[in-house]
């Protein structure tokens, strides 16, 4: 009998790490699915951090990073944390790095990072950073390609209207180089294929209350309008509405960018006016999770990887759409 009771003791004590080892994924946080049945110190860990925002752009990068996170998930255990600002995103890297990040995507809206992410690269973390730059040395980067959205916008419009017309531009000069790249890119492509379009700048926002406020000024000043080159979705669905209150005809197309999907839903809405939005999809946030999972595995990748641009309009809008994201 009591080498009956040892065995039994024996196999309780065998058993008991396989039970911590169960459950010690979810006590970090792990948010994968789907396992696949490998032991989790088979799976590399990757940590992802965004802004706590509830809709727009900026929210569905976590939405589709945690998409992409979830089809990973046999060779992934990640964590996504959202900050408010700077100095919680360097908190929750501090509790990535405690976790055992191997590598992390960071998403920062604000000054103040490079600091504690060079310190996490220091440390022999692989960091992956999305969208804005971060300037720390080792850094790898995934983007869209501003100027190329602006090369793309131009070639679009001339296609739609012509080598002549008239075209406003609306820049968004807070914005900084994100409004320049693109505008640079829309005028010197025009001057290239169209020199006999005339264009006109005005200055607004990335908001549809902005685009409202503005185009409608606009639309008072000038009789004749052919198309808008608008740098984003938002502003350009304000833009619509004011072409449609003030019952304007003239114009024949409204460019945007970002790809939005209550704007994609206006493209075929709208049959006299051809709607397109250059991609700068939150959704490219996949792509840098690919680059941190292809580093870990030791693969050859570029520091810099740029996303070419995805013209979207109401011949192609189906291929897009998510009814999940927020954006």
């Known amino acids: 009998m009591k080498k009956i009771l040892r065995v039994v003791s024996l196999l309780i004590l065998l058993f008991i ?4 080892a169960c459950s010690s994924s979810e006590q970090t946080g792990d948010k994968t699915s789907g396992d696949t049945g490998n032991d989790s ?28 996170a979830k089809e990973l998930s046999g060779e992934i255990e990640y964590q996504i944390q959202t900050s408010s600002n700077a100095a919680e995103m360097t908190s929750q890297l501090d509790d990535l790095m405690t976790w055992g990040a191997e590598a992390i995507v960071a998403f920062p809206q604000w000054e103040g990072m490079e600091v504690p992410i060079q310190r996490a690269l220091d440390e022999g973390i692989k960091v992956v950073n999305f969208d ?11 983007a869209g390609d501003n100027e190329d959205m602006g090369v793309q916008g131009a070639n679009y419009v ?33 001057g290239e294929i169209a020199p006999d379009i005339e264009l006109h700048t005005y200055a607004t926002q990335f908001t549809r209350e ?22 984003d979705d938002e502003t350009s669905i304000g833009v619509l509405q004011a072409i449609k ?14 790809g939005m ?16 939005s250059a991609l700068y999809s939150p959704a490219m ?18 520091m810099e990887t740029i996303i070419p641009t995805t013209i979207v309009d109401r011949d192609n809008y189906k291929d897009f759409l998510d009814e999940g994201s927020p954006y």
Not at 134 to 141: H, K, P
Request: with cysteine; glycine share 8%.
């Open 17 to 20: 790490p396989v039970l911590s």
């Open 41 to 68: 110190s088979e799976k590399h860990k990757i940590g992802i951090l965004a802004p706590a925002v509830t809709h727009g752009w900026v929210a569905a990068v976590a939405y589709h990073a945690e998409a992409c």
């Open 132 to 142: 804005i730059v971060i300037d720390a040395e080792g850094v790898y980067r995934v």
């Open 158 to 190: 001339v296609e739609k209207i012509g080598k002549e017309g008239n075209v406003v531009i609306l820049e968004v000069p807070s914005s900084g180089s994100v409004s320049e790249l693109r505008k640079k890119g829309f005028v010197e492509t025009i």
């Open 210 to 231: 902005d685009g409202l406020k503005d185009f409608a000024d606009i639309l008072t000043s000038l009789d004749k309008i052919d198309a808008v080159y608008s740098l």
């Open 245 to 258: 209150e003030a019952g304007r005809t003239d114009i024949k197309v409204v460019t945007g960018g970002g």
């Open 261 to 276: 999907q209550e704007y994609f839903k206006m493209m075929p809405e709208n049959e006299d006016i051809w709607i397109q």
């Open 285 to 302: 946030v996949k792509d840098a999770v690919d680059v941190a999972l292809k580093v870990l595995k030791g693969e050859e990748v570029e």
